[in-house]
């Protein structure tokens, strides 16, 4: 059995007011989080949600990564996150407080088994 691992942008997402799925962790594949940039381009400040949810479940506030977290207007925030580590089948989901104000873009190594 052979691992290789891939660097790379995972996702790149604008975020609506409704809960919405931004990645899933594809199958034979473990995907490790390293950098998520949340962006604010609205002329005010904003909130969002990111949630890690397991295979078929839902946004819940037991699986909330950042909950209402607040990013000042017109504002980019870089954060390295290692150690988020996603198993097949698990999804990342969210939302923000205002339609079309926050971009979530994150970078992260999906490790294949082969």
Do not use: W
């Amino acid at each position: 059995m052979a691992i290789t691992n891939n660097l790379k942008k995972l996702f790149q997402f604008r975020l609506t007011n409704a809960d919405a799925l931004i990645y899933t962790c594809p199958p034979l594949t473990v995907t490790t989080l390293i950098a998520l940039y949340k962006i604010n381009t609205d002329a005010a400040d904003r909130t969002f949600r990111l949630h890690q949810v397991s295979a078929g479940g839902t946004s819940t506030v037991s699986n909330a990564l950042y909950y209402d977290e607040p990013i000042a207007t017109l504002r980019t925030h870089p954060r390295i996150d290692t150690g988020i580590v996603l198993e097949p089948g698990q999804t990342l989901r969210g939302l923000a407080s205002v339609t079309n104000t926050i971009t979530l873009t994150g970078f992260g190594i999906e490790s294949v088994t082969s």
